[in-house]
């Protein structure tokens, strides 16, 4: 799925060249974004893609060297019966995501299903 971003295509573009498996995570990931809100926005920042819906961002997808980070800006605020989400701080909180098999042992279609 092709982004109206142009930049969050090149990214995407040099990941699938850099790191197949990422990029394939990435895809997973973004499909499970839009499947939830597909009036989302996204566009690069801080290195990743950021998500948002009527100009509020509610979380990104970063790459790592041996994972990526599913951030959410208002983490703390999820509901996180398994204590999947990872973080410290006043809002945000995150998901590390190291193989395709964590995008749904690690819930993130439940945690993306709530970050609006």
Not at 8 to 34: G, Y
Not at 36 to 62: L, Q, T, W
């Amino acid at each position: 799925m092709n982004s109206k971003d142009e930049k969050v295509n090149k990214f995407l573009e040099e990941t699938a060249i850099m790191n197949p498996d990422q990029h394939d995570m990435l895809l997973e990931m973004r499909s499970i974004v839009f499947e939830a809100y597909p009036e989302v926005e996204e566009r690069m920042m801080y290195g990743g893609i950021m998500f948002s819906v009527k100009s509020e961002d509610f979380g990104g997808v970063f790459t790592r060297k041996k994972h990526i980070s599913f951030e959410f800006g208002n983490g703390v605020a999820l509901k996180d019966p398994n204590g999947q989400l990872e973080g410290t701080g006043q809002h945000r909180r995150h998901l590390k995501i190291r193989n395709k098999t964590d995008i749904k042992d690690k819930e993130v279609a439940f945690f993306v299903k709530q970050a609006l």
